[in-house]
């Protein structure tokens, strides 16, 4: 029903922050549950962090207390707030329902000094 665009990413160094957008082409408003995703070179694609309606969050424990999701229902964007970014948090990011359907191109975060 509607499609997902992610933007944001970019080199960065160790330590340092940076925040991922997924803009929607529709309302993301009644959507039960929308996730970030990343694929690291050589790794499987894994579920970072999920949003659900009505305010409820999951984080992937490699991230906890590091990344925050958030939701802006009226700009119909997600959002991931990435802090203290590690080298092993380099990978292409992409944000999608959950379950997904099929995936966009993601956005690149690189993690380097």
């Known amino acids: 029903q509607v499609q997902l665009v992610e933007s944001g990413g970019g080199l960065v160094q160790p330590g340092g922050s940076l925040r991922l957008s997924c803009i929607a082409s529709?309302?993301?408003?009644?959507?039960?549950?929308i996730g970030w995703y990343r694929q690291a070179p050589g790794k499987q694609r894994e579920l970072v962090a999920v949003?659900?309606?009505?305010?409820?969050?999951n984080y992937a424990d490699s991230v906890k207390g590091r990344f925050t999701i958030s939701r802006d229902n009226a700009k119909n964007t997600v959002y991931l707030q990435m802090n203290s970014l590690k080298s092993e948090d380099t990978a292409v990011y992409y944000c999608?329902?959950?379950?997904?359907?099929?995936w966009g191109q993601g956005t690149q975060v690189t993690v380097s000094s």
């Open positions: 999608n329902l959950e379950p997904p359907r099929p």
């Open positions: 529709g309302s993301i408003f009644g959507i039960y549950a």
């Open positions: 949003s659900i309606s009505g305010g409820s969050t």
